[in-house]
């Protein structure tokens, strides 16, 4: 209790320290920022303390971490000078109700994530070792960037900012990294809520005043503050969950099975469905509660879309959502970014605000033609450039900081949350002058500069950052059936449709639906002729490379091509379970004609979303029976702006996906379809309050019930899977920290663990094993670095280096194995090792032979079960 509370009041201080920059950046939202200020906040006191010790201005110590918040609370009180404190002490008086709420709200969220993380809090099992690693390691370090724990003599080579901000509160509150690691699952959690609920509650009230206005009614006409409906927000983003629980209840209780006259369980429609595991017989004692032998249930929800080639090989894809992300626990990259994703949308939302109120830019030239009309020796400035227009002030650091720093959170959310502040830029221009080719090229100038900008702001993370990402791929044979796609989004998509059809229809201008079709098609259609075309080409590489190889000599810069041809060939080949280009078009296209429940239920969507933002051309005068959109709903279309990006991200994997390590579509529907479910879930929930306000009296009625009916569904997931998580809720050994199963079952291992971890710093020689492991123990518990980890994640972080790494590897086996202590002392100087664990790990992987050490190194620390041995002469170096 007393670790939560040093958090609470941790997290409070920085929201409220930096609440005046959200006051005035925010102005133009009801609740001035309010509930964006504790995720704004940390990410300011992070940015800050991260950058100035990556320029090694400071040192990472306590003092640092305050300067750092001492910094924030400076600009703060500079960005109110004209103002001063009064005018932020008046808005808190006047609108208490909300201040209280957004707080409730925050402290509810953050306990009872931190209850259920007490009630199974081992780090234990899938990335958690990982993340446990990394804010070790960064408390360990002096300065930024961090040293790898898991390969000694390098610094962290992945989006790590994350963990800069736990290692920041873990280092300021004194708790154990076991305990901060589960108090972060929880502070996100509650982070996350809080915002989400801030900007429901914001686009509520905006939606509220637009509706008093189109009735004409004063300014000043009180409306219903929005106070619950706003939890709308946190529940949809938070709890609602895919309809696999559910699934899960039907499995377990026997429906739809039968037995066979052999005295087995058959059914049609499980095999239809062909959701891995419960494709299977369920136990033949059914119950309504989830169960079942040979798998954990509530995993599967987040792995309903399977892919399989063309030889019906099945590829593993991810579709994680946020309920399962945070009932796993895991403190990875998209979990903690979410807070701040929700704050870009905000952000983006308040640009949107601003230009509603006009701009001094709108006289301006587009770019292109600035620099045509340059080019052409017409004198020009600066000035009368649209693009350098749109960064004015107030428009321009807090963005760059808060984009910036989701592609340092989690790369992938950086060109998603650009180019959704972007399109608000191009959809304000379009309302105004409608529709032009220059429009598309004003979007694209401006996601570079943005990009290039976030960049900059954060450049010490880019050097010496390596990825794994390398280009596109066409998804030819990978497609998602309607039927997953439907179990993944029902909740969200039916909401939304019935939104996108109302707006348009209210307005009675089903017209418009011609320009979303003919946008539709062209978007569908035009990324299918790429992807098949894109596909046709990588089918003949190997081909083209051998014709090649056949006309060159055996050297030179050709036959290098040429090899490279058929070496991509060939992947592609594999991966796609045929080299025929013939083959590979026509049975790609037959499957998806036989199964286009996605790509139709996302044209459908399409239409009407585009449909709906072709309202909102400059204003012509009103028809009989017709809303002014371009006066009324200008807070829809912001909305119909995230949905169109959520049908984007999930449309584009249906053709092309980003290479990767794993050469599959796994992580771009992972990335993807986790940011869609929180565009789509902010989008559902405002549709529900707009809808529930707005549908005449019986369909409002059948609305209501079909939606709380969906609902109930829905959350089969959430309800069952904590059952199941938590042991029942299971009260007897409440703890939140996560190590408290290592002191409590290897406890000879966790005193060597604290040994190390106040041991002098020096790299670690233990054994190595394979990704999700407990190899590598030491190096994650002390953040001291070992020699190497995980091979596999770290060649996912490094694009590749497996030379390197297996040298690593099998040099770290010979130095347990050999009895010549010259080939060990090598060894250990090629690494600077300084510690070498013995314990049951090494034992049983290598069968060590430890004269040697016993004849020529100390013995550091000894206990019943682990023995260290240091190295003298070897002190710090490998580390920062």
């Not at 905006?206 to 106070?227: C, H, I, Y």
């Not at 014709?547 to 991509?568: D, F, P, R, T, Y």
């Not at 041991?759 to 990704?771: N, R, Y």
């Not at 240091?870 to 920062?880: A, C, N, R, S």
Request: overall charge neutral; charged content about 15%.
């Amino acid at each position: 209790m007393l670790s939560f509370f040093i958090w609470y009041f941790l997290i409070i201080i920085a929201g409220w320290v930096a609440f005046p920059i959200s006051f005035q950046f925010f102005k133009r939202l009801p609740d001035r920022g309010f509930a964006f200020s504790k995720a704004l906040g940390l990410l300011l006191w992070g940015y800050g303390f991260w950058l100035l010790a990556s320029l090694h201005l400071l040192q990472n110590t306590i003092s640092s971490i305050l300067v750092a918040l001492c910094l924030v609370a400076i600009a703060s009180v500079l960005v109110n000078r004209k103002e001063g404190l009064q005018q932020i002490l008046d808005w808190i008086k006047s609108h208490r109700k909300a201040v209280l709420s957004t707080e409730l709200v925050f402290i509810i969220a953050f306990g009872m994530w931190a209850y259920i993380r007490a009630l199974n809090p081992e780090i234990i099992g899938t990335e958690k070792p990982m993340e446990l690693a990394f804010i070790n390691a960064i408390l360990q370090s002096s300065t930024f960037p961090p040293a790898d724990p898991w390969l000694s003599g390098y610094s962290i080579s992945y989006y790590y900012f994350g963990y800069v901000m736990v290692a920041m509160l873990v280092k300021l509150s004194g708790v154990g990294s076991g305990i901060g690691f589960n108090l972060a699952t929880a502070l996100w959690f509650g982070l996350t809520a809080v915002s989400a609920y801030g900007l429901l509650f914001n686009l509520i009230c905006q939606w509220q005043k637009k509706e008093n206005e189109r009735k004409g009614l004063d300014e000043n006409t009180s409306a219903r503050q929005p106070f619950l409906v706003a939890l709308l927000g946190p529940f949809f983003i938070l709890i609602v969950s895919n309809l696999e629980g559910f699934l899960e209840m039907l499995h377990s209780r026997g429906l739809f099975w039968k037995y066979a006259a052999d005295g087995t369980l058959q059914s049609k429609f499980w095999t239809w469905l062909n959701i891995l595991e419960i494709n299977e017989a369920p136990k033949q004692v059914f119950s309504w509660i989830p169960q079942r032998a040979g798998g954990i249930w509530w995993w599967r929800a987040s792995r309903v879309l399977q892919d399989w080639d063309l030889v019906n090989n099945r590829q593993e894809v991810i579709d994680e959502f946020p309920f399962f992300s945070y009932l796993l626990a895991d403190l990875h990259p998209h979990v903690l970014a979410m807070p701040f994703v929700i704050l870009a949308i905000a952000v983006a939302f308040n640009l949107w605000l601003q230009i509603q109120e006009g701009w001094n830019g709108e006289d301006k030239l587009p770019f292109f033609t600035w620099v045509k009309n340059w080019l052409a020796g017409e004198q020009v400035s600066l000035k009368d450039c649209k693009l350098i227009a749109r960064f004015g002030a107030d428009r321009f650091i807090l963005p760059i900081i808060v984009l910036g720093g989701l592609a340092f959170l989690n790369t992938w959310d950086l060109p998603i949350y650009v180019a959704l502040f972007v399109a608000v830029w191009i959809l304000a221009d379009y309302r105004q002058n409608g529709w032009r080719v220059g429009l598309l090229w004003d979007f694209i100038g401006l996601m570079i500069v943005y990009v290039i900008l976030a960049v900059i702001f954060y450049l010490p993370f880019y050097i010496g950052f390596g990825s794994q990402a390398g280009g596109i791929l066409p998804s030819m044979s990978f497609y998602t059936r309607g039927v997953h796609f439907w179990i993944m989004f029902a909740p969200l998509l039916i909401p939304v449709f019935i939104f996108s059809f109302w707006h348009i229809f209210s307005v009675k201008k089903p017209g418009k639906l011609s320009e979303g079709f003919k946008f539709a098609a062209y978007t569908t259609f035009g990324l299918w002729i790429f992807s098949f075309f894109f596909g046709w080409l990588a089918s003949n590489l190997s081909g083209w490379g051998s014709s090649i190889l056949a006309n060159v000599q055996a050297s030179g810069i050709m036959s290098a091509i040429g090899n490279k041809m058929i070496e991509l060939g060939g992947h592609f080949a594999n991966l796609q379970g045929t080299s025929d280009s013939g083959s590979l078009i026509a049975n790609s296209l037959l499957r998806r004609l036989a199964a286009p429940g996605t790509w139709i239920t996302l044209f459908i969507l399409i239409v009407l979303v585009w449909g709906g933002l072709g309202l909102y051309k400059k204003s012509t005068p009103n028809k009989e029976n017709e809303i002014d959109v371009q006066k009324d709903n200008s807070i829809h279309a912001f909305v119909l702006l995230l949905i169109l990006v959520g049908a984007g991200l999930t449309l584009v994997p249906e053709f092309v996906y980003l290479r990767d390590q794993f050469g599959t579509r796994m992580n771009t529907i992972f990335k993807f379809y986790f940011e869609t479910w929180i565009l789509w879930g902010l989008a559902a929930a405002y549709a529900l309050v707009v809808l529930n306000r707005s549908l005449p009296r019986i369909a409002y009625q059948i609305f209501t019930v079909s939606i709380s009916l969906l609902l109930v569904l829905s959350l089969a997931y959430p309800f069952w899977g904590l059952w199941t998580k938590t042991n029942h809720f299971n009260m007897k050994e409440m703890t939140l920290d996560g190590n408290a199963y290592i002191q409590q079952y290897n406890p000879s291992d966790w005193e060597a663990m604290e040994w190390l971890k106040n041991a002098p710093k020096g790299v670690i020689a233990e054994a190595v094993g394979g990704s999700y492991s407990a190899y590598a123990r030491f190096a994650t518990q002390s953040g001291l670095p070992n020699v190497i980890g995980w091979p596999g994640h770290e060649g996912q972080w490094r694009g590749g280096w497996y030379d390197i790494l297996s040298q690593r590897e099998n040099d770290i086996e010979a130095l347990y194995k050999t009895t010549d202590w010259t080939e060990a002392e090598v060894i250990i100087q090629k690494y600077q090792i300084r510690y070498i664990v013995v314990s049951s790990y090494e034992t049983s992987a290598y069968h060590p032979s430890t004269v040697k050490f016993d004849n020529f190194l100390k013995i550091a620390f000894k206990n019943d079960a682990v023995i260290i041995y240091e190295v003298p002469e070897i002190t710090e170096m490998g580390i920062q």
